[in-house]
């Protein structure tokens, strides 16, 4: 496989400013923590809310969740979602308020639905719909 992911920032407006980050290629083991790297310092800088548009992504391995997980925990790390964490747990989804997810191929929607992360990640269908979700 080829380690090529590229990564375009963009700015939306919805009722609060979104960054989105259009995703293209693989999100594998070679390069997960180039994506954590970026969401890291987007967050740092003042980032509040984040869309993941992974129309492009060919191909997510379980790194690429190691990802995932890891944006979702800096996203929230001094928000009151982590209280909520515990009733997700208990069965109940808890959505994340700060981070959503654009229209992943069905590959990698399975590979993210499999592993559990729909629970707490929205997936939209299309980046109007995401922005329309802040």
Do not use: C
């Not at 629970?119 to 719909?129: I, T």
């Amino acid at each position: 496989m080829s380690s090529d992911m590229q990564v375009v920032v963009s700015q939306e407006q919805g009722r609060v400013p979104i960054t989105v980050f259009h995703v293209k290629g693989e999100i594998g083991a070679h390069n997960y923590d180039q994506l954590q790297s970026q969401v890291s310092e987007a967050v740092e800088s003042g980032m509040r809310d984040l869309i993941l548009d992974l129309r492009e992504v060919t191909y997510m391995s379980s790194a690429g969740l190691r990802a995932l997980h890891a944006i979702f925990q800096k996203m929230h790390a001094d928000d009151e979602m982590k209280k909520g964490m515990d009733d997700w747990w208990q069965g109940r989804a808890v959505n994340s308020p700060h981070l959503k997810i654009v229209a992943p191929p069905s590959h990698v929607l399975k590979t993210i639905t499999a592993a559990g992360f729909d629970v707490f990640l929205e997936v939209h269908k299309s980046l109007k719909d995401a922005v329309g979700s802040f």
